[in-house]
């Protein structure tokens, strides 16, 4: 089967902010497949302008051509079949058992657990009125980042280089946003760093120059 005509810049558009981790999880992916696009910036989730396009005003959703799509794992999934012969390639030839239970681990399991404790961390403390981190409730919540990244390692230990084997896929993609925000978070920097194998991985993918590319354009707050 042929594949699509590649949309036009113009027609691809992420709807998102630069520090959404859910958004830059998309534009890493764009980054990955070579693909142009243009960021709209979306001050206001809940404006009747941006509610026509995903109307559970959240970011990020995204524009291409005719196609609207929204739920950023949705919209990864979309890019890398759509483009799959653009760019880097993040789709097995064949089915993958492994990637398809990384994709959900990411999403029930690893994703909550690491959100939880960043945000106990480095946002609610930035609210107004917030106080410092809650020792007891970090520690809780560092447990249960403790006890998904020990399942990581025990895996990328088996000789699995990346989550789905040999190649770097899309299970990977899904993760690096969230691995970087723990990467500026040192509590949670630490929990990776304790787990050689998982620390290696990230080295490799941080080192991607898909993912240097996507980071060189985020306003990025003090550490």
């Known amino acids: 089967m042929a594949e699509p005509p590649p949309a036009t810049a113009v027609s691809r558009k992420l709807y998102g902010y630069a520090l959404s981790s859910n958004s830059v999880r998309i534009?890493?992916?764009l980054?990955?497949?070579g693909l142009d696009y243009e960021l709209v910036v979306?001050?206001?989730t809940k404006a009747p302008e941006f509610l026509a396009i995903n109307p559970l005003g959240q970011v990020p959703a995204f524009?291409?051509?005719?196609d609207i799509l929204f739920e950023s794992r949705a919209i990864s999934r979309y890019i890398?079949?759509?483009y799959r012969s653009s760019g880097t390639d993040l789709l097995p030839a064949t089915a993958s058992a492994k990637l398809e239970v990384w994709l959900e681990v990411e999403s029930h399991h690893f994703y909550p657990a690491v959100a939880d404790l960043v945000y106990e961390l480095r946002v609610r403390p930035r609210l107004p009125g917030g106080a410092p981190p809650d020792p007891a409730v970090v520690d809780g919540l560092a447990g249960k980042v403790a006890d998904v990244l020990d399942v990581y390692d025990a895996h990328l230990a088996a000789g699995n280089r990346y989550l789905a084997g040999e190649?770097?896929?899309l299970a990977d993609?899904?993760?690096i946003a969230q691995l970087f925000v723990m990467s500026r978070t040192p509590r949670a920097a630490e929990l990776v760093a304790a787990r050689p194998h998982v620390q290696a991985w990230w080295d490799e993918i941080s080192a991607r120059p898909a993912w240097k590319k996507t980071v060189a354009a985020l306003p990025l707050p003090p550490a």
Do not use: I, P, S
């Open 27 to 29: 534009a890493a992916l």
């Open 63 to 66: 524009q291409d051509g005719d």
């Open 42 to 44: 979306v001050d206001d």
């Open 173 to 175: 993609v899904n993760h």
């Open 80 to 82: 890398a079949t759509k």
């Open 31 to 33: 980054n990955e497949k």
């Open 167 to 169: 190649q770097f896929t």
